[in-house]
């Protein structure tokens, strides 16, 4: 167990809905980072979140967005979906630069 | 900007053979290096990780990894592996630098260690 958590863990819905997907990080983690998990894709970034401010931003769709709330957990939200959305999302935290990133257990999206 | 190689989507080995799990980077800058590993319908759980010190570096299951940074490699070793080994191995590079630390992922080995 990383520590890091996840919900839901499944989520069917269909094309054109919107899905909100919500991240824990460990205890005194300041960064959230949420990564997408597809067959054709791999494992690519989505964006960074570091005590409540956006730092990066990867591969991220328009549709997509995240926030960082005060107390550090995060939320993914996922608009206007789309079948190839469907996919794993990982959110990962870090304590800090240079040191390594913790993996939740995922949220699995299928999208009708 | 980064790029990880890992030179073989699939590598099956006997149970008690070593095995190596190949990973070459791409960066203009220095880098982090870590392994992850992905059990079936499991998320990524850290292996092993290199920031800086001794190129050598130990994981967790008896796992090891050697950075070699004329070489731009990080490979993966067990010198005997097991059964419950059978899983996806992810190589990961992030650049150091302030700010982001995104993890750029190689495309994935699969180990599969037969009886």
């Known amino acids: 167990d990383s520590g890091v958590t996840q919900t839901p863990k499944h989520l069917i819905t269909a094309t054109g809905q919107r899905v909100t997907l919500r991240c824990s990080p460990r205890?005194?983690?300041?960064?959230v980072y949420w990564y997408q998990q597809s067959l054709d894709q791999g494992l690519q970034f989505l964006i960074q979140?570091?005590?409540?401010?956006?730092?990066a931003k990867g591969n991220i769709l328009e549709r997509f967005s995240a926030q960082q709330f005060p107390d550090l957990h995060s939320e993914l939200n996922l608009s206007s979906l789309e079948l190839g959305d469907s996919a794993l999302y990982f959110c990962?935290?870090?304590?800090?630069?240079?040191?390594?990133?913790?993996f939740g257990p995922g949220t699995r999206l299928t999208v009708l | 900007a980064q790029s990880v190689t890992q030179l073989d989507s699939q590598v099956p080995v006997f149970e008690e053979a070593p095995v190596e799990l190949r990973c070459n980077y791409s960066?203009?800058?220095?880098?982090?290096l870590f392994w992850y590993v992905q059990y079936p319908n499991q998320g990524l759980q850290l292996l092993l990780k290199?920031?800086?010190?001794?190129?050598l570096v130990k994981g967790i299951n008896g796992f090891e990894a050697e950075f070699n940074k004329s070489q731009t490699s990080f490979h993966l070793r067990k010198p005997s592996v097991h059964i419950s080994d059978t899983a996806e191995y992810f190589c990961?590079?992030?650049?150091?630098?302030?700010?982001?630390?995104?993890?750029?992922f190689g495309k994935g080995t699969k180990l599969t260690v037969n009886p």
């Open positions: 205890s005194g983690d300041l960064s």
């Open positions: 990962a935290s870090s304590v800090a630069t240079g040191s390594a990133q913790y």
């Open positions: 990961a590079v992030s650049g150091i630098r302030g700010g982001s630390e995104k993890l750029v």
């Open positions: 960066s203009s800058v220095s880098v982090y």
């Open positions: 979140y570091y005590n409540g401010e956006e730092r």
């Open positions: 290199y920031l800086s010190g001794s190129t």
